[in-house]
């Protein structure tokens, strides 16, 4: 069992940076896979990008790519998210998932075992 709390400023300014952390309790987290959705009112929860368990890998969607980078720090038991230039449409709310054990695929919330609570981004034009 992992428990998972997000945190990370709430409002920015289009243009702006924001960097999200996700800080996990319980199991080793170096054991978890990583990942970071977000969902807006009246739709479906969507990636945004994943991290292998060493940090050596890492995967985006096609909307934030080239301009987010997620990281980890195993000592710190946290996962981070940094997203520059960003958009109105980035505002959503911003959920870090863990996953233990192994999937081929990392892009879905099925294949997510534990989720934080979210923290809210709202980006104004």
């Known amino acids: 069992q992992v428990s998972l709390v997000e945190s990370g400023r709430g409002l920015v300014q289009a243009g702006d940076s924001l960097r999200l952390s996700c800080t996990a309790s319980?199991?080793?987290?170096?054991?978890?896979?990583m990942g970071w959705f977000r969902q807006t009112t009246g739709k479906e929860r969507e990636f945004v990008a994943a991290?292998?368990?060493?940090?050596?890998?890492?995967f985006y969607s096609d909307s934030v790519k080239g301009r987010s980078t997620i990281s980890r720090d195993n000592a710190k038991n946290t996962v981070y998210l940094q997203m520059n230039s960003l958009k109105p449409d980035d505002t959503a709310v911003y959920y870090c998932?863990?996953?233990?054990?192994?999937?081929?695929?990392?892009?879905?919330?099925?294949?997510?075992?534990?989720w934080g609570q979210g923290t809210q981004v709202t980006v104004s034009s």
């Open positions: 998932a863990a996953r233990g054990g192994y999937s081929g695929t990392y892009r879905y919330t099925t294949d997510y075992h534990y």
């Open positions: 319980g199991r080793t987290f170096s054991s978890y896979f």
């Open positions: 991290i292998t368990r060493s940090g050596g890998g890492t």
